[in-house]
């Protein structure tokens, strides 16, 4: 008797459906035939923070989230929290119903032991989606030499690469990294780009209020951790507004995470609590509203170990929405936006602010930019295209032609 295959997904970094990735792959997955469950941390302000819930035929079960990361000790207590929990919700799942593959979504680099033991226990793949080098993060937030908790972490990532069935890395440069610190065949590795999906995400007609009685609007969307640059943002803002004194610029920075607070005392400490507003996360529709309305976005990611290398899904969000952008010179984000952003100096702050002056002083280069964006996600970038090496990736796991029938 044939019957569906049943993938559970793990992922510690954000709720889900918030994880907008997590999201993707979960629906595409099931869209192709195969059962998925989601294993996450709960939200918090009571947004998906239901132990139990199934969405559009998906069941994600969720544990209590972490207090946030602030401190090396904090950071390695995160890992054993969510993998005892994880543990303890994949063995639910498996009592209940069983599963074929475990697919786990780093940070942190610690689920390969799950994986192993559903493995030996029930001869399930384990599937390796690694969405950060997490050596490069430590070493991004919080700087240092490469000493013990960096040769540990690459341990750790060496073990998972080498436990996986199979890897889905979410660029070209990590699939390189896969390769050569990891030494997996590259016919086991699928590069698996985040690219929106454009039947739910599209601009909206734009609503002149949001820039709060002045002329432009510059936007940022995204998480706020250590080494997500917002300081740098900050203080590119304020030069384009105390130095060189331009008034008539409205910054929104959307998200939140670890560092939201400290982000916000440092707003006001540099005087652009008038002229900088933070929504925190808000809504999908929210974000339609602001994309729409901005006159251009930033990327204000620091070169460092890991963002050179990482795909920031904001690059693509604002493509989506026909934006031209400001970002520092990184790797991969010029991959992703190419000729549709101004680019600054690596961590040059001023040069970033003038960037958007620029940009902002531009109407006709930025409907430009923008214009290119949009064409490159309808015709390379959007989930639609980016889907189907997922789908490949799968059906070659599970035996080609098999796909998501399995023996039941």
Known sequence: MKGKRHIVIIVENLPVPFDRRVWLESTTLKAAGYDVSVICPQGSGGAYSEPHEEIDGIHIYRYKHPPPTTTKISYAWEF????????????????????????ACNPPDTFFLIGVIFKLLRRSKFVYDQHDLCPELYLSRFGGRRALYFWLLRLLEWVTYRSADMVLATNES??????????????????????????????????????????????????????DGLDYLLRAARHVIDVVNRRDVHFVLIGSGDSFEAVKSLRDDLGLADYVEMTGRIPDADVQRYLSTADLCVCPDPRNPLNDVSTMNKVLEYMTFSKAMV??????????????????SPNDEIEFGERIIQLLDDDELREEMGARNRKRIEDELSWEHTSKELLRAYGVLFGGSEGAEGKG
């Open 80 to 103: 054993p929290y969510c993998w005892f929990n994880s543990l303890r919700l994949a063995l639910g799942i498996a009592r209940r119903e069983g599963f074929d593959a475990i697919h």
């Open 174 to 227: 990590y699939k390189g990294h896969a390769v050569e610190t990891g030494k997996v065949p590259a016919d086991d590795v699928y590069v698996v780009r985040s690219g929106p999906r454009l039947t739910h995400f599209n601009p909206v007609p734009p609503e002149p209020e949001l820039k709060r009685g002045r002329k432009n609007l510059v936007c940022y969307l995204g998480v706020m951790a250590p080494q």
């Open 327 to 344: 970002s520092f010179d990184l790797i991969e984000s010029r991959f992703s936006a190419r000729d549709g952003a101004l680019y600054a």
